[in-house]
């Protein structure tokens, strides 16, 4: 089964940015739909942001305008740049298969922590 494997994270000072990173093995890593996610504490891990294999994106309303999905086909990798960040991005950032389209997931990883705090 496919692996995933998140870094990039660390903490911040509001108003900074943090680029992220998700490492894939196992997949034909060009032709899955690929997701971020965030689990913040005490609450449910979210979608973030998707991105098609051929490039297409979609955001929460939370981060749109502010984070900027990626991928690296050839290097069976994708980025999150987070920009503006506030206190309510404080979190820990998953990558995985995006869960809104029919494939089947990938194990999770730990995730990265990202903390915005002054």
């Known amino acids: 089964q496919g692996q995933v494997v998140e870094s990039g994270g660390g903490l911040v000072q509001p108003g900074g940015s943090l680029r992220l990173s998700c490492a894939a093995s196992?997949?034909?890593?060009?032709?899955?739909?690929m997701a971020w996610y965030r689990q913040a504490p005490g609450k449910q891990r979210e979608l973030v942001a998707t991105?098609?294999?051929?490039?297409?994106?979609n955001y929460a309303d939370s981060v749109k305008g502010r984070f900027t999905i990626s991928r690296d086909n050839a290097k069976n990798t994708m980025y999150l740049q987070m920009n503006s960040l506030n206190p309510e991005d404080t979190a820990v950032y998953y990558c995985?298969?995006?869960?809104?389209?029919?494939?089947?997931?990938?194990?999770w990883g730990r995730g990265t922590q990202v903390t915005v705090s002054s």
């Open positions: 995985n298969v995006d869960s809104t389209k029919p494939y089947p997931g990938l194990t």
């Open positions: 196992g997949i034909i890593f060009s032709i899955y739909p």
């Open positions: 991105i098609t294999g051929a490039g297409s994106t």
